[in-house]
Nanobody, 125 residues
Framework: QVQLIESGGGLVQAGDSLRLSCAAS????????MGWFRQAPGTEREFVAA????????YYADSVKGRFTISRDNAKNIVYLQMNSLKPEDTAVYYC??????????????????WGQGTQVTVSS
């Protein structure tokens, strides 16, 4: 079992930055692919960014490419999402997720076995 706890969300203005963190329990974190997803009210959960277990491959949604950066520290069991140049349309609950078998698509929520409780990001215009 893996427990994921997100932090770092908040209320910011357009153009500001935030860094989300996801702390994972368990000694097998370094073998998991990790992803960030988000969900705004009335919408489906959508892919934001993902990083493979080694940190050698990263994927981003087109809507955040060039503004967001995903990274991980396997020694600390933490994955980060650095969000720059935030826009009002980035407002959502952001979820961290872990994929234990690392064989599915890293951009699909169905590939992930474990999810955090989410952290709210609100960007005002």
């Amino acid at each position: 079992q893996v427990q994921l706890i997100e932090s770092g969300g908040g209320l910011v203005q357009a153009g500001d930055s935030l860094r989300l963190s996801c702390a994972a329990s368990g000694r097998t974190f370094s073998s998991y692919n990790m992803g960030w997803f988000r969900q705004a009210p009335g919408t489906e959960r959508e892919f934001v960014a993902a990083i493979n277990w080694r940190g050698s491959r990263r994927y981003y949604a087109d809507s955040v490419k060039g503004r967001f950066t995903i990274s991980r520290d396997n020694a600390k069991n933490i994955v980060y999402l650095q969000m720059n140049s935030l826009k009002p349309e980035d407002t959502a609950v952001y979820y961290c997720a872990a994929d234990s078998d690392t064989i599915g698509s890293m951009t699909s929520p169905t590939s992930y076995d474990y999810w955090g409780q989410g952290t709210q990001v609100t960007v005002s215009s």
